[in-house]
């Protein structure tokens, strides 16, 4: 029974064989196995790149979805609060003044070229007319543009930042190496940290009016005190997070620099830099969303140019236009608090790609 089996049903040849040789005399031919296998690895790729593509809008789906619920929300619920200055506005009107408010700094600044392209003209004129004691050199002071108060804001926030890291960063490696230190800075930490911006404006103000006595300062004084503002209340996560990473670093590796003699710069950039690198990240991404948000209000105060004047002044302004306008403002807000975000985390895995210890 068992031969006879095999002989109706001679073994297959396997899956992977090599092209098998015909008869002598004849060329040798390919199995349906051997053809079928590269067509099968050919389509390896697009499978793969359909399953990414699904995953992707798999991950997608539910903040689109949201987002879409949100929009038709507040379309549908807006026209039913009345405020002094009419209903309040849905998502296509504050689009429509975001369109607008572009247009306005789009006309700005071809009233802005000209301006100089008038002066350049007179100024060869009067050149021309052998009379140079007449020409000017004006500096064009029209208002800023609502994209120009954003740039003022992002330079404001960077100096606010950029002064936060060097006093935080420092002061949290000394903290997280020395107890006694971290001992003596810790309640001065806690004290400080919860303090309002509102609270530190009017002392701030004071202290920058009385050092800042030139006529034309390098930096305007009302930029000034919106970056110290920003810097006093965004240092705290940045120290904190700083000194909690050096103060967790493995004792065996402190060892180690003790067994090899490291200095104190090398056992800082080997050892206690890589070792509290993400904690410090941490710190600063906290930071600068802090910053970020004090900074609207320090702006309203203080009268610097800014998004946070931007929409004090619409306030004030009252027209049909301004509850608009300030809602397409604090969407601009967010996205660049987003943006800004993003971008610490892309610097963050940047600096950690060949971290080592």
Known sequence: MATAFADAHPAEEPADAAPVEAEQGK?????????????????KGPSDLALKARAFGKAMLAPVLGIVVFLGLWAVLAPQVDT??????????????????????????????QFYADQEARNAGYIAAGTPERVTDFTYSGPPTFLDQIFT?????????????????????????SPMVNAAINPLV??????SPLAWLPIVTMVISALVTSA??????????????????????????TAVGTSSIDKDLLNVGRVLKLGWFAKLTKLVLPSSLPYIFTGLRLSLGVGWMVLIAAEMLAQNPGLGKFVWDEFQNGSSQSLARIMFAV?????????????????EAFVSRNRTI
């Open 190 to 195: 806690q004290i400080m940290k919860p303090v």
């Open 216 to 241: 034309d300062p390098l930096l305007p004084k009302a930029f000034i005190i919106s970056a110290l503002v920003v810097m006093l209340c965004s240092l705290w996560p940045t120290l904190i997070n």
């Open 27 to 43: 060329e040798p031919v390919m199995t349906a196995q051997a053809i079928a296998a590269p067509e099968s690895a050919g389509a």
């Open 331 to 347: 969407v601009v807000i967010g996205f660049i608090g987003f943006a800004l975000d993003r971008i610490m985390m892309a610097l």
């Open 84 to 113: 002094s200055l009419g209903a309040l506005p849905g998502p296509v009107e504050v689009a429509g003044q975001g369109v607008a408010l572009v247009e306005e700094w789009s006309a700005a600044k071809d009233i802005e070229a």
């Open 153 to 177: 804001s992002l330079q404001t926030v960077a100096l606010g930042f950029v002064l936060a890291t060097l006093v935080a960063v420092p002061i949290g490696l000394v903290c997280g190496l």
